[in-house]
């Protein structure tokens, strides 16, 4: 009877991958996605003003330790979508069995990972924050913050894998409970611990841990409860390389995205930090809410990845050529019309953070400048993550280095040479410029090259 009814369920979410029309299939998925991210997005910036509160010093540890954050997900988010990416593939070509070795696989690859990071970041903690970008007056407040992260790190990464397998099937709205519910719960215990508890900043990097584990523990419920169609359990871990490679490399332009998302924090810090400890806040805090834009583009990007990898694997070509270009216009509407208003009131969202008037003229242009370029990321997102989500791995992994990392990295070196603190403001716009226009001729002919339905 048990079997029976996942074979239901199965048939029915194959149906609607492959007959729903695009863009109601790519919206429904989207949606959902586009809210944990803005959701996570604004704890990171709740998290942000609450610290602001305690001091300068204190908002820049925020902007440190989000270089860490960003190197613990970037591992998440490599087995995450390396898993993801096969398990959709996989389950359009109906062979559930070998996508429930990839979830397990890749849930607890992500697991293990999770502690070795932790454990060696406790060892090289000092040094390690320093090459983030830590000054003297921010180091202590980003010792607070940071222990707490990184006893959450094996939470965090597995969280990743399982937030993936779930969009990569379908099943954005499960997603969506487990990573909203960890960051509505992250917000309501930051004044709590930070002020009710006088813990300081160190009360924000529990809250942060604790949201963390909820949220993990809210996912996992999900496949303990039999609600996909992968499975997680140990009885489905294997060592087959194989398998791992398969994984490693459709995830390494994940790993490679936000590895260099991380490497582009400290490099910006370290630029920064010539500036003073204001300016390490002030682009911090335009980071976060540039951030929380671009999470919209990305929401619906990761709404389409599912749509992409299940149809390919079913060989319906066509609807991966449609569901590319709706999300590429649809995903640049949406984003221009809240950079739109971002770029109107960017010196009242500075304000926010923090009131100090060099504060607040440093993020106010920078962020006006970041929304104005933020309308060219549609065309890279798209490109990235349809290359992805194929298995285009080699494509997939040269695009995913070129905005962070070849175009970027140049940028932030060079530019503050020349133009002081304004090379810092026009750094990562310009790589958002320069990255969709290598993206957008690689888009087009791919989706040219595509064959016809089978």
């Avoid at 569901?323 to 010196?347: E, K, Q, R």
């Avoid at 070849?406 to 320069?434: D, E």
Wanted: proline share 4%; hydrophobic share 50%; glycine share 10%.
């Amino acid at each position: 009877m048990e079997q029976t009814k996942l074979l239901n369920r199965s048939d029915r979410q194959y149906e609607k991958m492959v007959n729903t029309p695009i863009p109601k299939l790519v919206i429904s998925l989207g949606i959902p996605t586009t809210i944990s991210m803005l959701v996570t997005s604004i704890y990171n910036m709740a998290d942000s003003y609450f610290v602001s509160e305690i001091g300068v010093s204190a908002g820049g540890a925020t902007s440190v330790v989000f270089g860490l954050m960003s190197i613990i997900q970037a591992f998440g988010f490599m087995f995450g979508h390396g898993s993801g990416s096969k398990i959709s593939r996989l389950l359009g070509a109906r062979k559930n069995d070998e996508a429930t070795t990839y979830a397990s696989t890749g849930f607890f690859i992500s697991l293990f990972t999770g502690i070795i990071i932790a454990l060696f970041g406790f060892a090289l903690f000092e040094p390690m924050l320093r090459l983030f970008g830590s000054t003297d007056t921010i180091l202590p407040y980003a010792k607070d913050y940071a222990k707490y992260i990184l006893l959450a790190a094996p939470a965090m990464t597995a969280s990743c894998v399982l937030n993936n397998i779930l969009r990569y099937e379908g099943k954005a709205a499960l997603a969506m409970i487990g990573l909203t519910s960890g960051g509505i719960l992250n917000m309501l215990l930051d004044p709590l611990f930070i002020w009710g508890f006088d813990m300081g900043i160190a009360g924000a990097g529990l809250a942060t841990a604790l949201s963390q584990v909820v949220s993990f523990c809210i996912l996992l419920s999900v496949f303990l409860a039999k609600r996909t169609q992968s499975r997680v359990s140990i009885r489905h871990f294997t060592l087959n390389l194989t398998v791992i490679g398969n994984i490693v490399m459709t995830g390494l332009p994940s790993l490679a995205r936000q590895g260099l998302n991380s490497v582009s924090t400290m490099l910006l810090n370290a630029q920064a930090k010539v500036f003073g400890d204001v300016a390490i806040a002030a682009m911090g805090y335009v980071a976060r809410t540039s951030q929380f834009v671009f999470c919209v583009g990305l929401g619906i990007g990761q709404g389409f990845q599912p749509v992409s990898a299940y149809n390919y694997g079913a060989k319906k070509y066509s609807r991966v050529r449609k569901s590319a270009l709706f999300t590429l216009f649809f995903g640049a509407a949406f984003i221009g019309l809240i950079a739109g208003v971002c770029f109107a009131i960017a010196p009242r969202i500075i304000a926010l953070f923090g009131n100090e008037p060099e504060v607040i003229k440093i993020g106010g242009f920078a962020l006006r400048i970041y929304c104005a370029s933020l309308l060219f990321v549609p065309i890279s997102v798209v490109t990235n993550m349809l290359f992805q989500s194929i298995g285009k791995n080699i494509p997939a992994l040269i695009l995913s280095v070129l905005q962070n990392g070849l175009a970027f990295i140049p940028l932030i070196t060079l530019l503050p040479r020349k133009l002081g603190l304004l090379g810092i403001q026009l750094s990562q716009p310009l790589a958002y410029v320069i990255s969709a226009a290598v993206c957008l001729p690689c888009l087009i002919i791919f989706l040219k090259s595509l064959p016809e339905d089978e």
